[in-house]
């Protein structure tokens, strides 16, 4: 089994900044994409950001410019660092990745348990 652990939301004002953390553990060869998700109230998840194990990254239009991912592959480990947080972006934020448990498995993918960041206005 793989899971993904998250961390580091939390409540802050409009114009603050917030890092969030996942560690993935157990069966774990390789992981190719690790990313971040979210979804607001009443809303479909949503791409944030993701980064490949080469550091290729790619964000959504909403947070290009104010959000950094980055990855420790040694740790298997993703972080997003959120700056000049505004209101639109509360929500649950959620870690991704696509695992691959042996050299013949194939990448599958899974999420964390989500991790809320609300900014207030």
């Known amino acids: 089994q793989v899971q993904l652990v998250e961390s580091g939301g939390g409540l802050v004002q409009a114009g603050g900044s917030l890092r969030l953390s996942c560690a993935a553990s157990g069966s774990i060869f390789s992981i190719n994409v690790m990313g971040w998700y979210r979804q607001a109230p009443g809303k479909q998840r949503e791409l944030v950001a993701t980064i490949t194990s080469s550091g290729r990254t790619n964000y959504a239009d909403s947070v290009e410019g104010r959000c950094t991912v980055s990855r420790d592959n040694a740790k298997n480990t993703v972080y997003l660092q959120m700056n000049s947080l505004k209101p639109e972006d509360t929500a649950v934020y959620y870690c991704?990745?696509?695992?691959?448990?042996?050299?013949?498995?194939?990448?599958?993918?899974?999420w964390g348990q989500g991790t809320q960041a609300t900014v207030s206005s």
């Open positions: 991704y990745a696509r695992v691959s448990r042996s050299f013949s498995d194939p990448y599958t993918a899974y």
